[in-house]
């Protein structure tokens, strides 16, 4: 039973999708027509508005091949160039990843960074940036910081950014919350998600919804890399950049059939109530959550577990068949972390997989 935070156990049907014949992604046009309909449906998840002065999508929603990490580089390296200043705000360890990205491409990053226990340092970020001797390009941060189950309120840092220099360009890692809770896309240059963690499809996919100033931006930068590079994925009537990862595109377009189906309250409302579950579970436990309850994710749940993560996780695997996560890095053994995300964000799933973590503990 895999209750990890990505990947996320895939439901039939879209395994019953991933099964069928393959389709040749360079010259048949039904897959021009899946893929069409997989950007309609993610235009759809991530709230994407209608421009009233174009007619046109006021975010463009593109799906590149490659797990979710592509998604953050290739953000980077189409808008950073050498020289390029970035404010990396940051309270976990994708938020400080994002500086190694930006360092990588010859930017140059200012970590503005909290412990991964509290919340984004928001002072810190004022006081940056009313330092007039900066002129930052590109700003980047995380919704929700997987590792530690925090969920970040992004409104304030955006207000801030909007309230020094608007023209700052917005980047921000949705990979473990688009799907599951609401990502404030209207608000966002770049914005960022993955096929393997809310809609429960196989890993393998990138996707984006990128403003018409952050694809000017990607223009005037002209980046030389092709696979790390949004820009050849703007506008792929004449065909794709790559051979496309066909049944991951099919599989994702059939999950996103069912989120939609479902709705999309009742799938937001679906992720609360099994994240409520899941700490009420913990709770009668003597479990602590690493953040603080009010920063807690609805995708995912961190326990502190000091010392014995790695122990409580090969117990539960070999005496159960339940496959939770642990923490990361240097929270290796310090955390343990249950998944209710996507297909399995339901409360059945959550308490066959608590009742497994009673009987160990």
Not at 167 to 192: F, H, K, M, N, Q
Not at 271 to 285: K, S
């Amino acid at each position: 039973m895999l209750m990890t935070p990505g990947p996320t156990a895939v439901p039939a049907p879209v395994r019953d999708a991933m099964s069928r014949e393959l389709i040749n992604p360079d010259v048949d046009p039904e897959f021009r027509r899946i893929y069409d309909r997989l950007t309609d449906r993610l235009a759809a998840v991530y709230g994407v508005e209608t421009d009233a002065s174009t007619g046109g999508p006021a975010r463009d929603v593109v799906v590149p091949g490659g797990e979710g990490i592509l998604g953050l580089e290739a953000a980077i390296a189409s808008l950073v160039e050498p020289g390029t200043e970035v404010l990396c705000l940051s309270n976990g360890l994708y938020g400080d990843g994002f500086a190694d990205f930006v360092e990588s491409y010859g930017g140059e990053a200012t970590l503005v960074s909290a412990a991964y226990d509290d919340p984004l340092p928001l002072a810190e970020l004022e006081s940056v940036l009313a330092d007039d001797d900066r002129e930052f390009a590109v700003a980047t941060m995380v919704h929700c910081e997987t590792p530690t189950g925090t969920i970040n309120d992004l409104g304030p840092a955006l207000d801030l950014l909007e309230e020094a220099d608007g023209e700052v360009l917005t980047v921000v890692d949705a990979v473990s919350s688009l799907g599951g809770v609401s990502v404030p896309t209207d608000r966002i240059d770049v914005c960022l998600g993955a096929s393997q963690k809310c809609f429960s499809a196989p890993p393998g996919l990138t996707t984006a919804a990128i403003s018409e100033r952050a694809w000017a931006a990607m223009e005037e930068r002209d980046p030389h890399s092709l696979y790390t590079n949004f820009l050849p994925w703007r506008d792929t009537d004449e065909g794709f950049p790559y051979t496309h990862l066909t049944t991951e595109v099919v599989a994702l377009d059939a999950a996103l059939g069912l989120w939609l189906e479902e709705g999309l309250d009742a799938v937001r409302e679906r992720h609360r109530t099994a994240a409520a579950r899941c700490r009420e579970r913990g709770a009668a436990l003597g479990l602590e959550p690493f953040p603080d309850p009010e920063r807690s994710s609805p995708t995912v749940t961190a326990f502190a577990a000091p010392g014995r993560a790695e122990e409580l996780q090969t117990r539960l695997r070999e005496e159960h068949d339940v496959l939770l996560a642990t923490g990361l890095a240097e929270m290796a053994d310090d955390v343990l972390r249950v998944g209710h995300m996507g297909h399995n964000a339901r409360v059945e799933r959550v308490d066959e997989a608590m009742d497994a973590l009673e009987d160990v503990l």
